[in-house]
């Protein structure tokens, strides 16, 4: 065997692993979107439906 025979061979990537890191690829992108998306569509569209935080301490001012 020559010296850069196994070099050469060895750069190159079975296709298995390229199709591998493809749909590891597409699950990271769809675990980061999804929610997102999830999230735009079901949420309330009118701002009058969120509640203010009530308030902690009584207004003093007379």
């Known amino acids: ?16 692993y390229k199709l591998a890191n493809f749909i590891g690829t597409v699950i990271a992108l769809l675990t980061l979107t999804v ?3 999830a999230i735009a569509h079901f949420a309330p569209m009118e701002q ?3 509640q203010s935080a009530p308030q902690l ?4 001012r007379k």
């Open 1 to 16: 065997m020559e010296p850069g025979s196994s070099r050469a061979s060895s750069s190159v990537e079975p296709t298995s």
């Open 35 to 37: 929610p997102l998306f």
């Open 48 to 50: 009058s439906t969120w």
């Open 57 to 60: 301490l009584p207004n003093v």
